[in-house]
Every structure is written in structure tokens, then in C-alpha cells.
């Protein structure tokens, strides 16, 4: 073989041992997986939690309770007898 033609294979196949075949699945995989947070990345506290507010929990589970009664009475007035 001559000189130039084994020098033309060996830059071919060092080329083709770099290059990777083009994956759109492979590319739109890792594209997604870099909006990923890290497991272990702590997120910023930039305040502070808000206490709870149980009285205002206690009126909303209340009012839905009511609602729920009369609703059912006015679906079945007849379930009793």
C-alpha cells in the first residue's frame, strides 16, 4: 500500500472512532435531563414557611361539610324510609 493511501486510511479511521452516530432521541433525552435538578442540590430558602392557618381550615372543611350534606339530601330525600 502506499504512503499516502495508508496515511489517508489512518486519519480516516481515527476520524470515525470520534464520531458518533446522530441519535434525535438520544439528543432530545439529554436535552431534558438538563432541566433536572441535581437529587442531592439543596433548592434556596429565600423566606421562611408560613405557619398554618387552622381556623381558616377548619371554615373551609366546614363550609364543604355542609355543602355535601345538603346536597346529599336534595339527591335522595327518600333514602330514609
Do not use: C
Not at 381556623?55 to 339527591?75: D, F, H, N, W
Amino acid at each position: 500500500m502506499s504512503p499516502i493511501i495508508a496515511r489517508l486510511a489512518a486519519r480516516r479511521a481515527a476520524n470515525m472512532a470520534g464520531h458518533r452516530q446522530f441519535s434525535v432521541m438520544q439528543n432530545l433525552r439529554s436535552f431534558a435531563r438538563s432541566f433536572e435538578a441535581h437529587p442531592f442540590e439543596r433548592l434556596p430558602v429565600a423566606n421562611n414557611s408560613q405557619r398554618a392557618d387552622w381556623g381558616k381550615q377548619a371554615k373551609r372543611v366546614a363550609s364543604q361539610g355542609a355543602m355535601y350534606v345538603a346536597s346529599l339530601s336534595v339527591i335522595s330525600p327518600d333514602s330514609g324510609t
